[in-house]
């Protein structure tokens, strides 16, 4: 008796006081070994009759065993059970437990198309804002499966596919839906913003058709003048780009750069056919504001390219034609082009390539980017 009274209690003698257990200056109530031999007695494993009702209530575990057999029993009502507990949820915004209640009751196995169809839609619902909208699709459709003319089903099921920008597969929906419930205006409604999104992406498609088009010409015509170019072209249509006309000629963003006084000029479409000299002679016909020395004139100025493999200056005639430079030059930063026209007299400016070029380049940032 007395072993058996230590392994129920589960300590020795020596921890016992009076009926109180004493630990770390703290007592708590204890029951006596003849108290434990009784609350034994009402545990289910060890009861030897019917528990009454009385009984049931006051035993936690009683009661959950109870719900076992319920939920054995009587399936269809303790899905509904599970049904409400999951519109709890649901009014409360707390989906995730939402969807849990709900796919509990949808294990279960009960005979009721409506209760099944309601649980699915309940829960293709909450997973709708959670924005899980492919899963919210399949529970609809399983709910359409069952019931075909379930009208919040197909608003949801159309409501998804339209938020995924599956237009076509929205209007199509709707369609089907419509030789099923042609009165319900909320299905024609999304029919008729699905249909002028979708009117709107093949006219957006058409057009970005002809820009791949017209771009694969533009890249097909620089690779075949052997031009390599480091950077991709831009994807931004605002951005400096070339352009290639109905007989193939190409244009390109050129800037001059004058490094002996820290200006530049753009030219927005370079001809490929003229020359360098067609152009300067243009800028200098009459004296720039900013050439106080007068020595940027056509016949003064030398054209240079940066090569990039070399990493130097190399210097062109005014009189190529910017396809023939370009020939000469075969590796490009990108596809806005830069040439640097320095005096005669002062091309000593690029003599320290390519750490005077970096010096340049910081120089022209500074003054037209404000950036130091």
């Not at 009721?112 to 699709?137: C, F, M, P, Q, W």
């Not at 599956?166 to 909320?186: G, H, M, Q, W």
């Not at 003064?300 to 190529?320: G, S």
């Amino acid at each position: 008796l007395l072993l058996n009274r230590w392994y129920v209690m589960g300590e020795s003698d020596s921890d016992y006081d009076d009926g109180m257990w004493v630990q770390s200056g703290k007592k708590r109530t204890v029951h006596t070994f003849e108290e434990r031999i009784e609350s034994l007695k009402n545990h289910p494993a060890f009861l030897d009759h019917e528990p009454t009702l009385h009984e049931i209530e006051n035993n936690d575990m009683l009661q959950a065993l109870q719900a076992l057999k319920y939920e054995e029993d009587d399936p269809k009502q303790y899905a509904e059970s599970l049904k409400e507990e999951g519109n709890h949820f649901f009014k409360l915004k707390k989906y995730k437990d939402a969807i849990f209640s709900y796919g509990e009751a949808l294990k279960l196995k009960f005979q009721d198309d409506e209760l099944r169809v309601i649980l699915l839609t309940n829960r293709a619902a909450s997973h709708y804002y959670l924005g899980n909208k492919r899963k919210a699709i399949n529970d609809a459709r399983s709910a359409l499966q069952i019931k075909p003319d379930h009208a919040k089903a197909v608003i949801r099921v159309a409501q998804c596919l339209f938020e995924l920008s599956y237009f076509k597969d929205t209007v199509e929906f709707c369609d089907s839906a419509l030789t099923r419930l042609p009165e319900n205006s909320n299905i024609s409604s999304l029919r008729s913003q699905a249909w002028e999104k979708l009117k709107q992406k093949q006219r957006d498609d058409r057009k970005q058709a002809v820009r791949d088009r017209k771009l694969k010409k533009l890249k097909d015509a620089i690779k075949s003048r052997g031009v390599r170019m480091k950077s991709e072209l831009p994807d931004d249509p605002k951005a400096p780009a070339p352009s290639l006309d109905s007989e193939g000629v190409l244009s390109w963003p050129v800037t001059f750069f004058y490094p002996a006084v820290i200006e530049c000029d753009f030219i927005e479409s370079f001809n490929e056919l003229t020359t360098f000299a067609d152009h300067v002679n243009e800028m200098f016909r009459e004296q720039a504001p900013w050439d106080s020395k007068h020595s940027h004139t056509p016949n003064n100025l030398k054209v240079f390219y940066e090569d990039l493999e070399e990493k130097k200056p190399v210097e062109i005639r005014q009189e190529l034609s910017l396809k023939d430079a370009l020939a000469k030059q075969s590796v490009i930063e990108d596809c806005h082009l830069s040439y640097f026209l320095v005096p005669a007299s002062e091309t000593r400016i690029l003599h320290q390539f390519p750490e005077s070029l970096a010096q340049l380049k910081n120089a022209f940032r500074a003054k037209f980017y404000n950036i130091s």
